[in-house]
């Protein structure tokens, strides 16, 4: 029964993380359009079916692990580079309160 719940679980993420994908590609394509015209979605569908599968006909999974190292390497090093420019910016500003922040008296310690 588990493996039965475990096949449908993996089907499910197998079709919605590409559609997700072809979602935001299609969005970027059409200007930033929340509906992208149905043509351009079938393309990139197309595109990124045909893409899977050349890799997988081509030298199964370790053509789709070298793909996906070649395209993640770029990837990590601009997050490296945005992570280190973010500490950087964060120690550089000034704080916030240029004066010590002190709690203001009580309406009791006011009439006394």
Known sequence: MLSVI???LLAVHCVTAPDA???VLCMLNSLGSI???DGIRVLWC???GAIAASLVIAGGLLAIQMASIVVG???ARYMLLTGYSRVRSLRSNEPVF???VT???LASELTT
């Open 46 to 48: 197309v595109r990124e």
């Open 21 to 23: 994908g072809t979602q």
């Open 35 to 37: 509906d992208p015209p």
């Open 6 to 8: 475990i096949c449908l």
């Open 103 to 105: 709690a203001t008296p």
């Open 98 to 100: 240029s004066t010590a």
């Open 73 to 75: 390497l770029p990837i």
